[in-house]
């Protein structure tokens, strides 16, 4: 997915705190997704949200408190 990001000229910002994890996020830069495979994972794509609606996550639905920062 990070290789797609960067090809789809956006930014992405893995998070990992084990360093065979994060050797492997920065091992993206030495290959190429083809435009099929680019098709592909776009394709994926359904437009519907995997989770709540932003507005929806409130100390009422999710019981404890949600850090603004």
């Known amino acids: ?4 990001h960067l090809q789809q000229g956006r930014s992405a910002i893995p998070k990992s705190v084990r360093p065979q994890r994060i050797a492997e996020n920065f091992d ?6 083809t435009g099929e495979q680019l098709a592909a994972i776009d394709g994926l794509d359904t437009g ?3 989770g709540p609606e932003p507005a929806d996550v409130t100390l009422a639905t999710f ?4 850090p603004e920062d």
């Open 1 to 4: 997915m990070l290789r797609w």
């Open 28 to 33: 993206v830069f030495d290959f190429e997704l």
């Open 48 to 50: 519907k949200r995997g």
């Open 63 to 66: 019981g404890r408190p949600i």
